[in-house]
């Protein structure tokens, strides 16, 4: 009798895992797993879409930053440009439009000896998704402001770009369709079109310009993330 129990235990030691045995692991196994990458990709998601975030709002608050800095400072004219300049308007805002604002400002001088404030016609606009800034320094022999060299990229991945303007009353001045050679900024010898922008006389009315500013990026697994940035300016030398 002890050796049929013997046997009988040896007979169970040997026997090998069932075809059901193996399903039913592989298939625990495959719902933990599984877990496992839903959770890895959940949270890969989430950190792609943190770091996106934060990627476009330094990008807005750098841009708006810079704006809101210089748009301060618009009729600042050290240099005594203004009521010189050869190529209308004569006014410290020298363009306007809902997407481009051009303006007379100061930049120290990059010549060499002692620092000194020169008058600079300062624009900012939007070439596709580019937020653009140009300056342009004044030329007391041409009575101009210098216009070539291109445009300092500010801030890249810019959905859209804004500007409203305010007259001392805090009323809205509308930029209607003007038939002009007037640009943003003014060039000479451009061709007439039409544009919606302030004409010389509203220009002159402006004493507070509001910004919008808002960006867009997205990455690969990431749906896009917007970031709106706005700024209420007014113009301390108006």
Known sequence: MCSDRNDWRLRQGDRGVTLLEVLISTALFA?????VYLLYTTML????RGELAADIQQNARVGLGRMVQEIQMAGYDPSGAI????LDPKDAIRAASPSCFSFVAYQWS???????????????????????????AWDAIA???????GAQPLA?????????????????IGALPWAST?????????????????????????RRVGIMLRTRDTRPGVSSEFFTLSADVHLRNR
């Open 143 to 149: 009575l101009a402001f210098a216009v070539g060299g």
């Open 182 to 206: 007037h640009r943003c900024p003014p060039v000479p010898g451009a061709s007439a079109q039409t544009l919606p922008q302030l004409d010389f006389k509203q220009l002159r009315l402006v």
């Open 45 to 48: 998601g989430t950190m792609n």
């Open 83 to 86: 009521p010189q300049v050869a």
């Open 110 to 136: 990059p010549l060499s000896g002692p620092p000194t404030e020169v008058s600079y016609q300062i624009t900012y606009d939007l070439s596709g998704t580019t937020l653009r800034r140009r300056a342009g």
């Open 31 to 35: 719902f933990v797993m599984g877990g």
């Open 156 to 172: 890249e991945n810019v959905d859209r770009l804004e500007f409203t303007y305010y007259d001392q009353h805090g009323q809205t």
